[in-house]
């Protein structure tokens, strides 16, 4: 799993998203993020996770 | 295999200022400018001490209007050197470098792709990340049957938060990494595509995209340790 490695002084391209593009990854993200509630309350309710867990310190 | 569109800050490998061509030309003419101070400083002294008779009221008014002339002077170059420092130099703009990578596993007939992430501000400013719009999407590829050179198709999985709450900003020459653990209803016959998009408060993005292959899952399955816990970059 190897990662890129940049020179020294180098930077990754910048640039701006439009108001609709940014909208568009919140209401994907909100998918996942339901998808994923769904899935805590279904291991809560099968015991194998604690009711007071938090979600898990999110992600990558 | 990682792809990620990169620019120089400055031209060389050895950062430097940039150089505006008003010291370039100052630097060229010194001699001659250093002369004419001289020359200047010479005709002062045998003014002051020559027999001429000195109206000194209207020396003063010189002085005066000879300051301000300066000083107006001083500002309009100040200003040009900070517009050069500060502006065209880009000296205190966001500048991020993005890394992202991918594993997959295979524990107990469940697929896994381990995903590692990178940020590093090699800027000297501060960035404030917009932690609820910064993501990781995760593209399954389309298998093709292909009859000519085509680029593969992907069909959108998920889309992760990338940050957590903790996670709001990253200071100057600061390295943020992070892992997580995906866990997959089935293994794609091609591969994923990674994409890691970060937002700043400030509205601008960064991207980097990186594909996981299915031969990095066989290598897996062959029993061969997988690298996770392995030392990177001296860490762990």
């Known amino acids: 799993m190897e990662l890129s490695d940049y020179p020294p002084g180098f930077a990754t391209h910048r640039y701006r998203l439009t108001p609709e593009e940014i909208e568009r990854k919140r209401q994907r993200i909100k998918i996942q993020e339901e998808r994923e509630e769904r899935h805590r309350r279904k291991l809560i309710e099968e015991g194998k996770l604690r009711p007071d867990d938090e979600p898990d310190e999110q992600p990558a | 295999m990682t792809d990620s569109t990169s620019h120089p800050a400055q031209h060389s490998v050895e950062p430097t200022e940039p150089e505006p061509n008003f010291i370039k030309w100052l630097r060229e003419n010194c001699v001659p400018i250093a002369g004419m101070g001289l020359g200047a400083l010479v005709l002062c002294l045998v003014a002051h001490y020559g027999s001429a008779t000195v109206d000194w009221a209207s020396t003063k008014d010189f002085a005066q209007a000879f300051a301000n002339v300066t000083q107006s002077l001083a500002l309009i170059v100040g200003g040009v050197w900070a517009y050069f420092k500060f502006a065209k130099g880009r000296t205190f703009q966001d500048r991020l470098t993005t890394a992202v990578s991918g594993e997959l596993i295979s524990i107990d007939e469940s697929v896994f792709l381990i995903v590692a992430i990178r940020l590093q501000n090699v800027g000297l400013s501060r960035i404030a990340f917009d932690q609820e719009v910064s993501s990781l999407e995760v593209f399954e590829y389309v298998p093709l049957q292909a009859e000519d050179i085509l680029r593969v198709k992907n069909d959108l999985l998920t889309s992760l938060k990338v940050f957590g709450d903790k996670d709001r900003y ?9 892992q997580t653990l995906i866990a997959l209803p ?4 091609i591969g994923y595509q990674l994409e890691l998009e970060v ?12 594909v996981v292959g299915k031969p990095a899952f066989e290598h897996n399955e062959t029993g061969k340790p997988n690298r ?3 030392k990177r970059n001296g860490i762990e």
Do not use: D, F, M, Q
């Not at chain 2, 200071?171 to 943020?176: A, Q, R, Y």
């Open chain 2, 170 to 178: 990253i200071e100057p020459i600061e390295l943020i990494e992070r």
């Open chain 2, 186 to 189: 089935h293994v794609s016959k």
């Open chain 2, 228 to 230: 996770i816990g392995e």
């Open chain 2, 199 to 210: 937002l700043s408060n400030s509205g601008y993005a960064w991207r980097t995209t990186s």
